[in-house]
């Protein structure tokens, strides 16, 4: 029997319910494009990511609280949302040590931002007071259907994917990609021309999305060929 790929997924953290919990979404992608889902412990101790970097063939940056301003030396304003200090941590370790070995890495909403910013890029705190609030970048359920356009850049990995200049995609967030980090190329702009997708030419497989392919695998095939693509490349 041959062995599928082990996908270290990050996980999120309920301060309320002092609890680690996970989106069946990231897992149910992942098992259906044919992969093996671990949620990873949250952990800050090198010896113990720099071990499960080696065991797993991918990972997945997973949405959740805010990046914290202090990633990108900015100063925090009132409407930034609830931070993690505890998930920067181990993200800036774990990113570091997957992209060294040259693991393959896929971002989903805080995961485009956070690897943005973790590369030297920086957020828009809050879109709709700082950049635009002409698209709704933050829809109500259901979650699954789209609620605005990107536009995707030709010749990018993801126009190579989809075979179009347009996709609709879902939204759920309100901080976003401000300055783009030196390391990373955008794929596809949103109509009010903020980053949604991003790639590394420099790596096997390190890209990120701003939507939500875990919220519509099971109805769109456009969402499910992300999670295959990434499978394919771990």
Known sequence: MSQKPVIGVVPLIDYVKSSYWMLPGYFGGIIKAGGLPVMLPLTSENVHIEQFTEMCSGFLFTGGQDVSPEIYSAREIGACGECCPERDAMETLLLKYAMQLDKSILGICRGIQF????????????????????????????????????????????????????????????????????????????????????????????????????????????????????????
């Not at 995707?152 to 347009?166: N, Q, R, V």
């Not at 030419?201 to 695998?217: D, I, M």
Request: contains cysteine; glycine residues 4%; proline residues 8%.
């Open 115 to 234: 690897i943005n910013a973790s590369l030297g890029g920086t957020l828009w705190q809050d879109i709709p007071s700082q950049f635009s609030d002409t698209v709704v970048h933050c829809q109500k359920p259901p979650y699954d259907v789209p609620s605005h356009e990107v536009y995707i850049d030709y010749g990018t990995p993801l126009h190579e994917l989809f075979k179009t200049d347009e996709l609709p995609v879902n939204s759920y967030h309100h901080q976003g990609i401000r300055l783009l980090s030196d390391e990373l190329i955008p794929m596809a702009k949103a109509p009010d021309g903020l980053i949604e997708a991003v790639y590394s030419p420099k790596h096997k497989f390190l890209r990120a999305v701003q939507w939500h392919p875990e919220f519509s695998y099971t109805r769109d095939d456009n969402s499910l060929n992300i999670f295959k693509d990434f499978i394919r490349h771990c």
